[in-house]
């Protein structure tokens, strides 16, 4: 297709990635935050985002003159063919989605908009958005269309430019269409749907996905007390490809700037249109009962007394490949066994800085040393090849709780130290009577 110019509002992790990928495809991009300091960082080259390929990509696109950045979206979206709406929807107050950002943008930009340009959200928006949108447009030569966004972070780029499906929904089908066609480049199926199926995609897939991990980790507890193992219980299920092998591993509880925000939005939605939508809470509460039982499951391998234990902690991140810490399970279990009087030490790869109730250090021996426990609630790959003999050295006690089911049980019990994860067996520590 003939490049478009096009406008990208909101430089994170999807608004960055998308404008520099759709740079890559061709188009003429400009990407505008409020933040200037970012604004200028992004102008420079500079990205700050943990995501493999997206700062080449970046520079790519400036050198070619297909991607640039500014501040002020009324005047970038004067000539735009397009304008993609990335701008933050986190849980508001009640557990909504807040779409302050949203209508902030569409309010500033919409009587500068030219004519038959579309205005895209790909910002995660509960149903309705479209409309809302439109009336706050207040034009019928605007059309709204829904193209919303299933990147991973820590895989945005991959993501991005390797969908499953582009989905782009909206009451003017020929305006989705035209927004399909952005991506042509792209080899993946195009679902054209109306506004609401669209922006429903979002959230039944996002919840879909919380479910699953929910079930899981319900199914990864039974393990525990029905003396089965969950990494062959989900081998086993697995190959059934009506289930798939993927999102069935246990951990600490699901999280990140997504899942939470957008199970509780969705239930809300229900909540609007008298849907108790059980089975999503169910899910909710069950991953907070997850934390809790990773809470005790630490607990216990400090004698049952958290106050005054000196816990290693090896990872913060919501998961392996980013740096980014917004809900993270990591942050939620730290912060209980903080409350509960533990001492915390903690690395993360990818994590520096302050954080309130634990120590941060940058190595992971620092973590070991002289901890009544190391718990692992970050998958990093780098914590499976540590020297665990060097760690148990370092250790005051001799259990290793692994949250993530990353290490090798018996290279722990080599080390002369006590491993536990989650819906397996335990692997104790060799007594040796000298
Ligand atoms: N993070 C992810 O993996 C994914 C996020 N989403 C959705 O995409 C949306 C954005 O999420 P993220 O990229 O994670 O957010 P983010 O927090 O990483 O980035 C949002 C950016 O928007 C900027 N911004 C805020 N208000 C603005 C305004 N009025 N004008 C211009 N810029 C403004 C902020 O300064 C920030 O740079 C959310 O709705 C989220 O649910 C969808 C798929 C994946
Ligand atoms: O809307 C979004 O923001 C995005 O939310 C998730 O992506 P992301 O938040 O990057 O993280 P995931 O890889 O989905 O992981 C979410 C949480 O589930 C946990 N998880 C994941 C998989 C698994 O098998 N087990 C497990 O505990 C992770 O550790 C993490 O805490 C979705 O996977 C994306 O498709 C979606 O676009």
Redesign the pocket.
């Known amino acids: 297709m003939t490049p478009a110019r096009i406008v990208v509002v909101g430089t994170g992790y999807v608004g960055l990635t998308t404008g520099a990928c759709l740079a890559s495809l061709g188009h003429f991009v400009t990407c505008v935050d409020v933040d200037r300091a970012k604004v200028s960082r992004l102008a420079a080259g500079r990205v700050d985002i943990l995501e493999p390929g997206l700062a080449d990509l970046v520079h790519r696109g400036i050198a070619a003159g297909r991607l640039q950045f500014v501040v002020g979206a009324r005047d970038a979206v004067r000539h735009a063919q397009a304008v993609f709406l990335c701008v933050p929807t986190p849980m508001g107050a009640g557990g909504s989605a807040d779409l302050r950002a949203v209508e902030a943008v569409t309010a500033e930009i919409g009587d500068v908009l030219p004519a038959g340009c579309a205005l895209v959200t790909k910002s995660?928006v509960p149903v309705g958005t479209s409309q809302r949108i439109q009336a706050l447009v207040g034009r019928t030569d605007v059309p709204v269309v829904s193209n919303p966004?299933?990147?991973?972070?820590?895989t945005a780029v991959a993501d991005f430019l390797g969908p499953d499906r582009i989905v782009v929904g909206s009451d003017d089908l020929a305006a989705a269409r035209w927004v399909g066609e952005l991506y042509a480049e792209l080899d993946a199926p195009v679902v054209v749907a109306d506004a609401a199926s669209a922006e429903l995609v979002k959230y039944a897939a996002?919840c879909y996905?919380a479910l699953k991990?929910s079930y899981v980790n319900s199914i990864a507890e039974l393990c525990e007390r029905l003396g089965a193992d969950i990494s062959l219980v989900t081998e086993g299920m697995g190959y059934d490809r009506r289930i798939g092998r993927t999102?069935?591993?246990p951990?600490p509880g699901?999280?990140?700037?997504?899942?939470p925000k957008?199970t509780s939005a969705l239930v809300k939605v229900a909540e609007s249109v008298n849907y108790d939508f059980t089975m999503l809470t169910s899910a909710i509460d069950e991953n907070l009962a997850q934390r809790d039982r990773i809470v005790a499951k630490i607990a216990g391998a400090v004698g049952g007394t958290l106050a005054g234990a000196r816990i290693g902690v090896l990872g913060l991140a919501?998961?392996a490949g980013t740096n980014d810490l917004r809900d993270s399970?990591a942050l939620a279990v730290s912060s209980v066994l903080c409350a509960l009087g533990a001492e915390l030490i903690a690395y993360d790869p990818a994590v520096d800085g302050e954080i309130a109730g634990m120590t941060v250090v940058d190595d992971a021996y620092q973590v070991a040393k002289d901890a009544d426990a190391v718990v692992v609630l970050t998958e990093w790959a780098e914590f499976k090849h540590l020297d665990w003999a060097a760690m148990a050295e370092l250790m005051e006690g001799i259990d290793v709780v692994d949250t993530r089911n990353l290490l090798d049980p018996r290279v722990i019990v080599d080390a002369g130290l006590s491993w536990q994860g989650v819906g397996r067996p335990r692997a104790a520590a060799r007594i040796t009577v000298s």
């Open positions: 995660t966004e299933f990147l991973r972070e820590g996002n996905l991990l999102f069935l591993k951990g699901w999280g990140g700037s997504c899942l957008d919501f998961k399970p």
